[in-house]
């Protein structure tokens, strides 16, 4: 099974609060009472058969969620792919399957195929095809559509379209499954400087694009607080309380991470510091209160810095930050 690192735009740029008439599917239930459901990215050491069932034995331990995220097309595989894969082991391995499409390439903002009608067509029937086969309790749509904003305003306005007129046929075909898009928090707040290379500028927030989802059942979002806050220390008190005088929609974190290493140069981190994050995170979203919150490696991924070292757990085993998400309501 092929899996897509998650948040590529990030790499290379260089859950939810239950309101009116808004239930968990399922029945769904925090393993801590009161608390947040938690969860973890499909991320293992490697894809061989021993590493892949210790993934899902600590998946387990680090909340209800796995969530798997690749190219929207994947959703038409409904024998061997990726979503199909995730959707069926979720009995079986005891967690609640979340399933995330993209389209784009974060970095760039081009389109992974074009929007024209023949695509839109099968984007549409693939994911009508896979919720009526596995009934998924979440379905997102787009992984940090403020990032194609930035690059293609027009190509956003399509997938604004396209949105709409999935949600509708997702949701006839499984009224049960929860239909949400995923942004990026830190330039959604117009912070762009740090390892983004630009300058912060709040004046370049881009709130008012989640006015475009109405139908959405809630909003996602991605936060990396590391490429902009050297340390845990200086994430301001309202950093997530905001996002409650801004959206009056339940809202989820779909990839959360701090990396662990002394790298890169002017941004040192390490596991103590990454463990402080952990438990500054479920600090300053006390107030918001978002019902999930999914970390984005369980593993150390081979990839570029600072991602490569956002795992709870490395080559030598877990991480201070194991323990802190474990701990975290």
């Given at each position: 099974?092929?899996?897509?690192?998650?948040?590529?735009?990030?790499?290379l740029?260089?859950g939810?609060?239950?309101g009116?008439?808004?239930?968990?599917?399922?029945?769904?239930?925090?393993?801590?009472?009161?608390?947040?459901l938690?969860?973890?990215?499909?991320?293992?050491?490697?894809?061989?058969?021993?590493?892949?069932?210790?993934?899902?034995?600590k998946?387990?331990?680090?909340?209800?969620?796995?969530?798997w995220?690749?190219?929207?097309?994947?959703?038409?595989?409904?024998?061997g792919?990726?979503?199909?894969?995730?959707?069926?082991?979720?009995?079986?391995?005891?967690?609640?399957p979340?399933?995330?499409?993209?389209?784009?390439?974060?970095?760039?903002?081009?389109?992974?195929?074009?929007?024209?009608?023949?695509?839109?067509?099968?984007?549409?029937?693939?994911a009508?095809?896979?919720?009526?086969?596995?009934?998924?309790?979440?379905?997102?749509?787009?992984?940090?559509?403020?990032?194609?904003?930035?690059?293609?305003?027009?190509?956003?306005?399509?997938?604004?379209?396209?949105?709409?007129?999935?949600?509708d046929?997702?949701?006839?075909?499984s009224?049960?499954?929860?239909?949400?898009?995923?942004?990026?928090?830190?330039?959604?707040?117009?912070?762009?400087?740090?390892?983004?290379?630009?300058?912060?500028?709040?004046?370049?927030?881009?709130?008012?694009?989640v006015?475009?989802?109405?139908?959405?059942?809630?909003?996602?979002?991605?936060?990396?607080?590391g490429?902009?806050?050297?340390?845990?220390?200086e994430?301001?008190?309202?950093?997530?309380?905001?996002?409650?005088s801004?959206?009056?929609?339940?809202?989820?974190?779909?990839?959360?991470?701090?990396?662990?290493?002394?790298?890169?140069?002017?941004?040192?981190?390490s596991?103590?510091?990454?463990?402080?994050?952990?438990?500054?995170?479920?600090?300053l979203?006390?107030?918001?209160?978002?019902?999930?919150?999914?970390?984005?490696?369980?593993?150390?991924?081979?990839?570029?810095?600072?991602?490569?070292?956002?795992?709870?757990?490395?080559?030598?085993?877990?991480?201070?930050?194991?323990?802190?998400?474990?701990?975290?309501?």
């Amino acid at each position: 099974m092929k899996r897509l690192i998650l948040s590529l735009g990030l790499i290379l740029a260089g859950g939810l609060v239950l309101g009116a008439g808004c239930e968990r599917p399922g029945g769904i239930t925090s393993s801590t009472p009161g608390g947040i459901l938690k969860g973890v990215t499909l991320t293992p050491r490697s894809f061989e058969a021993a590493d892949f069932n210790d993934f899902f034995d600590k998946a387990k331990q680090a909340g209800e969620i796995v969530s798997w995220s690749g190219d929207w097309n994947e959703l038409s595989n409904l024998s061997g792919g990726g979503p199909t894969v995730t959707a069926g082991l979720a009995k079986t391995k005891g967690y609640v399957p979340m399933i995330i499409a993209q389209f784009f390439t974060q970095s760039s903002g081009k389109l992974l195929r074009p929007l024209n009608e023949e695509n839109k067509k099968n984007y549409k029937s693939g994911a009508v095809a896979f919720v009526q086969k596995n009934k998924p309790p979440y379905l997102g749509l787009g992984i940090e559509v403020n990032m194609l904003y930035e690059k293609s305003p027009a190509d956003f306005e399509a997938f604004v379209r396209l949105f709409d007129e999935v949600y509708d046929a997702v949701k006839a075909a499984s009224p049960g499954t929860k239909v949400f898009t995923v942004f990026q928090l830190e330039r959604m707040k117009g912070l762009l400087g740090g390892l983004f290379g630009g300058k912060n500028d709040p004046s370049k927030s881009n709130w008012e694009l989640v006015d475009k989802f109405p139908k959405a059942d809630f909003l996602a979002f991605t936060t990396y607080p590391g490429l902009i806050y050297k340390s845990p220390a200086e994430i301001p008190a309202d950093y997530y309380s905001e996002i409650k005088s801004r959206i009056n929609k339940p809202i989820v974190f779909t990839e959360i991470g701090w990396h662990s290493v002394a790298a890169p140069v002017g941004w040192e981190s390490s596991g103590a510091e990454q463990a402080e994050f952990v438990r500054r995170f479920f600090e300053l979203t006390k107030e918001l209160k978002p019902e999930m919150a999914v970390w984005s490696f369980l593993y150390d991924q081979e990839t570029i810095q600072p991602f490569n070292s956002m795992g709870l757990f490395d080559a030598a085993g877990p991480k201070p930050a194991w323990d802190a998400w474990l701990a975290g309501k």
